[in-house]
C-alpha cells in the first residue's frame, strides 16, 4: 500500500519560514520524481516545485529563490524549506510521487502566512 505522509505545516508570520517533509512508503523511492503542489482557498492546484531521481531540481516562478525543494533516498523522504514566506503562500500543500503511469497523492498539510 502506497502512502505519502505530509508534516510541517502550521501558521506563521509574513516572512517566517516552515520545512515541509514528506514521507513515503510502498515505493521505491529513489525511482520516483517528487513534487510539491499547493492549493489555495476558492483556487486550483498548482505546482510548487519538484525533485528529479538525479537530484535537479525545478521551481515555479512564485517561489524561486525563497523555496528550496530536496530528497533523501535513504530515509524515502522529500522535504520543502520555505522561507521568507508571504500571505499569498497560504494553502494546502501536497506532495506527489510520479514514475511512468504511476501517480499518487498525499492528503495534504495547511499552511498559513499571516499576521
Known amino acids: 500500500q502506497v502512502q505519502l505522509v505530509e508534516s510541517g505545516g502550521g501558521l506563521v508570520h509574513p516572512g517566517g519560514s516552515l520545512r515541509l517533509s514528506c514521507a513515503a512508503s510502498?515505493?521505491?523511492?529513489?525511482?520516483?520524481?517528487m513534487g510539491w503542489y499547493r492549493q489555495a482557498p476558492g483556487q486550483q492546484r498548482e505546482w510548487i516545485a519538484t525533485?528529479?531521481?538525479?537530484?535537479?531540481?525545478a521551481y515555479a516562478g512564485a517561489v524561486k529563490g525563497r523555496f528550496t525543494v530536496s530528497r533523501n533516498n535513504a530515509e524515502n523522504t522529500a522535504y520543502l524549506q520555505m522561507n521568507n514566506l508571504k500571505p499569498e503562500d497560504t494553502g494546502v500543500y501536497y506532495c506527489?510521487?510520479?514514475?511512468?503511469?504511476?501517480?499518487?497523492w498525499g492528503q495534504g498539510t495547511q499552511v498559513t502566512v499571516s499576521s
Open positions: 506527489n510521487a510520479q514514475y511512468g503511469i504511476n501517480d499518487y
Open positions: 525533485i528529479f531521481t538525479g537530484n535537479t531540481p
Open positions: 510502498g515505493i521505491i523511492f529513489g525511482a520516483f520524481t
